[in-house]
């Protein structure tokens, strides 16, 4: 699904990732971990082709085959079905739930709504509710929610339960779960248990380098 081969990353002159090499299959769970600053946010946005210069290959599987995707544009790459959920959310604070969601509506925005309101049901009851008015918890779902209605293929999350309550958090982790089971990618950065538990594989970024747990 996903292959990242010697990838390196740079702000300016400064490198923060130093030859990462990693792979998520479909229907893998992959969660990494590491101390702040590490570079576990650097290696989302590099792969998003965000904010950062980078070296090394980044392939991904596109119906005709893998491809190497490290010279596309953000857009192209999200198109493609990358769907990543930054840590601070992004969110449009003054629009509804409903308006947030059809923001990043791609094709098939019915049924994506659908599947993403039945994986995070409290939504369902907040659709006219501006996001500035929701709980951390509840924006976070909504975060991630939003970027289901692209279609992605995988998901790359930065710190998704972060300063959550645990009760939602546990709904989090169900969500993604069964996005799993259904056969989605998943590269989490995540420091919490609940979810690291239930990782197929965790990885620790130690200094910019990727190594097994």
Known sequence: MLEVDKLSAFY???????????????????????????GKSTLLKALMGLQVRTEGQIRYQMPAGMAAIERWETHRRAQAGLGYVPEDRRLFSELTVRENLHVAAGRDA????????????VLKTLLNRPAAHMSGGQQQMLAIARTLMTGPK??????PCEGIAPVLVESIRDALLDLKREGMALLVVEQNRLLASRADRLLWLVAGKVRDS
């Open 12 to 38: 300016g002159q400064a490198q923060a990732l130093l030859e990462v090499s990693l792979q998520v299959a479909a229907g893998e769970l992959v969660v990494l971990q590491g101390l702040n600053g590490a």
């Open 110 to 121: 019915r049924a994506h709504e659908a599947r993403a309101l039945d994986l995070f049901p």
């Open 154 to 159: 995988i998901l790359l999350l930065d710190e």
